[in-house]
């Protein structure tokens, strides 16, 4: 039940490029298919924005800003087949940030990368938010949650369990009630950081 805005406006009632211009999707396990270069997979995100076939100069200048942000540049040429796992989820963040829309909801953006990786993405996606954007990404890795996000809403049975700052929420307590685990839940260099240490009957 409820209803969905951007901005004001009810989301049922934009176009779908204007829908695409305010919110841009980052799927879970972005898989390129053909070998195309990283330019031109970044280059998609400026679809919602562009009247012709080809770019326009404010598009290119777009698409480099994104390369940039998300340190992929250097691979502009290359095809993103080539890529490893790590550099293919920074192209598909470059892509979403070429649309330059205000929100960004990401599904589960660190599945299947490497420790450093995951930092990186996290670290693009935060750095989008404090900009003036916004960022809603679905995480099951607490941690990650627990160090990056402002917010942290606690989702248990398909209902809101906890919502707030991430130190209010990610509690032992709850984390014992919702997810079933025995929690040392500390604080290191202002942040705090959770090691689920076993596991407990949920309440």
Not at 1 to 25: D, M
Not at 130 to 140: M, S, Y
């Amino acid at each position: 039940t409820g209803a969905v805005r951007l901005g004001e406006a009810p989301a049922g009632s934009l176009s779908r490029a204007e829908r695409a211009r305010r919110l841009a999707y980052l799927p879970q396990g972005q898989v390129f298919h053909w070998p195309l270069a990283v330019r031109d997979i970044v280059g998609l995100g400026r679809l919602p924005r562009t009247s012709g076939a080809s770019l326009s100069e404010a598009d290119r200048e777009a698409v480099g800003r994104a390369m940039a942000a998300t340190g992929v540049t250097d691979h502009a040429a290359r095809p993103v087949t080539t890529l490893s796992g790590g550099e293919r989820a920074r192209v598909a963040i470059a892509r979403v940030l070429a649309t330059e829309a205000p929100l960004i909801l990401a599904d589960e953006p660190t599945t299947a990368l490497d420790p450093r990786y995951q930092l990186v993405v996290l670290d693009i996606l935060r750095r989008h938010a404090e900009a003036g954007g916004a960022v809603l990404a679905a995480l099951h890795d607490i941690g990650l949650a627990a160090r990056h996000a402002h917010r942290v809403i606690v989702v248990d049975g398909g209902r809101i369990a906890a919502d707030g700052p991430p130190e209010a929420v990610l509690t032992a307590e709850r984390l014992a009630a919702t997810f079933g685990v025995e929690a040392e839940v500390v604080e290191q260099r202002g942040a705090p950081v959770i090691i689920p240490w076993s596991v407990v009957e949920r309440p």
